[in-house]
């Protein structure tokens, strides 16, 4: 059992540059979301969903877009980086609302 | 927002207990999580207590609430080198759809 994927493990771009995050889960969870990771900051949740087709913003929404046009994945795409998002980004999902969250191993990117 | 709080380090000899506490903001928190990240890994949920319990046991791990005080701790009997990571205490709000909010992490370090 997979669990929860991503890809890839590690990147690095120019600023300006953009790229799409994937995130691929096999566990017909429902609810999926997107965090950073940053030094001394804890996990913060970027953009989440409830649901194939159904998004919403998170705390730090901005300079990242998503979609998710079928249950198991769920991308996260930056359309222009920027050095500040330089960060550790975890995918995680959950079987429903008051489910425990399971995580992807994360994806380090690098902004130069 | 939600403010969940933590001390940063903790270093505890092999075979003692381990205690890390976590404070909270948010009084309508649902669930409360303890998840432990080791280097370069994703988050592993380790145990969850619902917001109308106040203890939680699980082999090693032992999590209180104090809900009057909004403190949540996790202790870890007979610390093995093994336990040696980064814990992160996450709370649920009642709104929102499994947004968690984390704490800054604690790092365990276990002195053979």
């Known amino acids: 059992n997979a669990g929860v994927t991503q890809t890839p493990k590690f990147q690095v771009l120019k600023t300006g540059q953009s790229m799409t995050l994937q995130c691929a889960q096999d566990m017909n969870h429902e609810y999926m979301s997107w965090y950073r990771q940053d030094p001394g900051m804890g996990l913060r949740l970027i953009h989440y969903s409830v649901g194939a087709g159904i998004t919403d913003q998170g705390e730090v929404p901005n300079g990242y877009n998503v979609s998710r046009s079928t249950t198991e994945d769920f991308p996260l795409r930056l359309l222009s980086a920027a050095p500040s998002q330089t960060s550790v980004y975890f995918c995680a999902s959950s079987y429903s609302q008051n489910s425990p969250l399971h995580f992807g191993n994360g994806t380090r990117l690098t902004v130069t | ?112």
């Open chain 2, 1 to 112: 927002g939600e403010d969940v709080e933590q001390s940063l380090f903790l270093s505890v000899r092999e075979g003692d207990s381990s205690v890390i506490n976590c404070t909270y903001t948010d009084s309508s928190s649902t669930y409360l999580y303890w998840y432990k990240q080791e280097p370069g890994a994703g988050l592993q949920l380790l145990t969850y207590i619902f917001s109308n319990m106040d203890m939680k046991q699980d082999q090693r791990l032992t999590v209180l609430l104090n809900k009057k005080d909004k403190h949540l701790s996790l202790r870890i009997a007979d610390t093995q080198t093994g336990d040696s990571a980064i814990y992160f205490c996450a709370e649920s709000p009642q709104t929102g759809a499994n947004n968690l909010f984390f704490g800054t992490g604690t790092r365990l370090t276990v002195i053979p």
